[in-house]
T-cell receptor
């Protein structure tokens, strides 16, 4: 059974600082996703990582995937208040087809 | 207009009542999903459907049922609601290419069972 764990679950950081959110998964995965959720809102797709060593960047966010370590990271560069949200990673197991298993989410607060 | 819509957006009901949550999508995807979100637990899959004739249980299907009325419509029912079904419910679709798809989420239905 695929399990996905994120850490930290809560992150409070100052504007301008850098930080990384980690996502570990327990079995081989075909695909790794990152989503963003604003309070009271739906989930917005950020990144899809499909292969070992994949790296994708959008603005101040960069996601990477290491399939050998079963680890994905979401790196935040020079954080700004607008990045405050909950970030979820989700993995699709090799035998799960389109089904995703989600991590618990990391609640990020960026303080001025 | 939103690609994935859910109705109602908020619902308060009493223990023992039957309720239905509806989901419609205009993305033309075959695959649809129902999740529930609880604080600190992420999203958990309730049911999923890969086409109109296909219905599958997810990890927490007990107490729920679904109906796939058409490619674009996927409904979730709580036959006899109980307080621990209080949660935020999301419908999602995925596509277009199997194995490379992204899931697209509706706005959510906030359900309170008293």
């Amino acid at each position: 059974e695929l399990k996905v764990e994120q850490n930290p679950l809560f992150l409070s950081m100052q504007e301008g600082k850098n930080y990384t959110i980690y996502c570990n998964y327990s079995t081989t995965s075909d695909r790794l996703y990152w989503y963003r959720q604003d309070p009271g809102k739906s989930l917005e797709s950020l990144f899809v990582l499909l292969s070992n060593g994949a790296v994708k960047q959008e603005g101040r966010l960069m996601a990477s995937l290491d399939t050998k370590a079963r680890l994905s990271t979401l790196h935040i560069t020079a954080a700004v208040h607008d990045l405050s949200a909950t970030y979820f990673c989700a993995a699709a197991g090799e035998t799960s087809g389109s089904r995703l298993t989600f991590g618990e989410g990391t609640q990020l607060t960026v303080n001025p | 207009d939103a690609d994935v819509t859910q109705t109602p957006r908020n619902r308060i009901t009493k223990t023992g009542k039957r309720i239905m949550l509806e989901c419609s999508q205009t993305k033309g995807h075959d695959r649809m999903y129902w999740y529930r979100q609880d604080p600190g637990l992420g999203l958990r899959l309730i049911y999923y459907s890969f086409d109109v004739k296909d219905i599958n249980k997810g990890e927490i299907s007990d107490g729920y049922s679904v109906s796939r009325q058409a490619q674009a419509k996927f409904s979730l029912s709580l036959e006899s609601a109980i307080p621990n079904q209080t949660a935020l419910y999301f419908c999602a679709t995925s596509g277009p290419t199997v194995g490379l798809e992204t899931q697209y989420f509706g706005p959510g239905t906030r359900l309170l069972v008293l």
